[in-house]
Structures are given as structure tokens and as C-alpha cells.
């Protein structure tokens, strides 16, 4: 497939030994093809070797890099998107199910067209209930930003062939090597949270096409690395604000920030 997936690790051991028993199946998958970014796995409040963890597992097929810290998802992606020179990259978070027919089926759709760029499946949670906020079928500026979410799509869709739209979510998002490169990675000021938008928002401004292939299904969890709800808020409002910076200028990015205010108050100081 010239594949390499990368997957970033923080805390997620259990679910990422699992993601990877179904990775390792795959014939079509060479040698150190799965590279692993281990931003941290503690136990107690003490650091354990993730290697030990996944030591029950053939590891043939898997490369891990281990940082003494945690500098943000985005960084770590970059780190392991360095390590290879394989055409395609499939991002997958270790809390992301697919198998190898789904696999297939993006790489497929990303190479059948020199003006798609990014490729990512339908995702689902574990009660196989699709995912509607993990994309957006079309630029939604304002963003409902209120809401904790990433905005809903609840419009019927097909369920074949490919679906153009302006982001996907970072969980399971395959793009071709050169497209990434042409735009530098991830930005690695985005420590958690909007990396992913910013990501796509800079694919389609050199002229590449995102889309969903809709015959390609994953599990996503979400949310499985154990940080507490007021601190992922506390990093998705930081993101946030970046973001607007970034591409709409400092006022909207004060506006949005002022108009937050009381959910960010409430979210960051009065949540668990």
C-alpha cells in the first residue's frame, strides 16, 4: 500500500494495544510501517515503559519513538511523519478502529485523483453511531463554538463514493506524503485541539481537495487519554483562539473570546 500510520500515544496504552493487534494483521503493511510517538504512558504518577506494555505484541511491523516530553499531538505527528518516506500517511489515534478493508479503500481514494489530498473514513462510536461533528460538509465560519462539539452535519448522505468537504477530523485522516510536506505538517503551536482544521484549512488553500470516503468505516472512542474535562477545555479554548488569530485576525479573535467568556469560565474553573 506504501503506507505508514502514525499514531500519537499519551495514556492511552490499553485502547493502542488493541488498535495495533488489528494493524499487525495486515499483510500489506511492511516492516516498522506503524510508527508509534509515545508522548507519555503513566501509572500512578509514574512514567512506564510503553514498550513493555506492547510487549506481547509481534512488534516487526512497529517503530516507537519515545519523547521525555510532551510537546502537543501536532508535534509528535510531524516527529513520526519524519521517520518515513512512504507515499501515503494515515494519522490514527490510538482510541481508532479500522481494519484493513477500510484501509484499502482510502488509499484507493486518495491516489484516484492527483487533486485529492486528504482522504478520512466514516467514523462511528462503540454503539455505531456515526460521528456527525468529526467533519464539516462546508465552511460553518462562525463557528458554533458553545456548544463543546465541532458542530453537527445532520443531513441524510449517500453511503458510496467520495464526499467533498472543507475539514476532518485529525482521529483517522490519511494524506499523500508531498501534500504534507508542501505544507510544512501539522503546526505544532496547536498543543491539542483545532491542529487537525488549521491542517486542512492549509491543504485547500494550495489547491488539494478533502474528502470523505464513504465506504470506509472506523471506531473512534475519543477521549480516552485520562485528562480531566476542565483541562482538555482549558487546551481546546487555547487552540481556539490560535486558530482565529491564525486565519481571521486579531478582533475576531477578542471577539470570540469575550463572547466564550462565560462557557470558558464555566468549563475551565466549575467542571471535573
Known sequence: MNLAIIIVNFNTARLLKKTLSILIKSKALERKSIIVVDNGEFYKGKRVSLKKILGGLPLVKIKVLVNSENKGFGFACNQGARKTNKKNLLFLNPDCLIQEKDIRQLVEALNSSAKIGIVAPRLFNENQKEQRWSFAAKSNFPFKIFKGKKGKNDRQISTSGNEAVEWVTGACLMV???????????????????????????????????????????????????????????????????????????????????????YYIKNVYFSK
Open 176 to 262: 499523500k506524503r508531498k501534500v504534507f510536506l508542501k505544507v510544512n505538517g501539522f503546526d505544532p503551536n496547536f498543543f491539542l485541539y483545532f491542529e487537525d482544521r488549521d491542517f486542512c484549512k492549509r491543504v485547500k488553500k494550495v489547491g488539494y481537495e478533502i474528502v470523505r470516503c464513504l465506504k470506509a468505516k472506523a471506531v473512534h472512542f475519543e477521549s480516552q487519554s485520562h485528562i480531566s474535562w476542565s483541562k482538555r477545555k482549558k487546551y481546546y479554548y487555547k487552540s481556539q483562539s490560535y486558530f482565529f488569530k491564525k486565519h481571521y485576525g486579531f478582533l475576531i479573535a477578542c471577539l470570540i473570546m469575550i463572547f466564550r467568556s462565560p
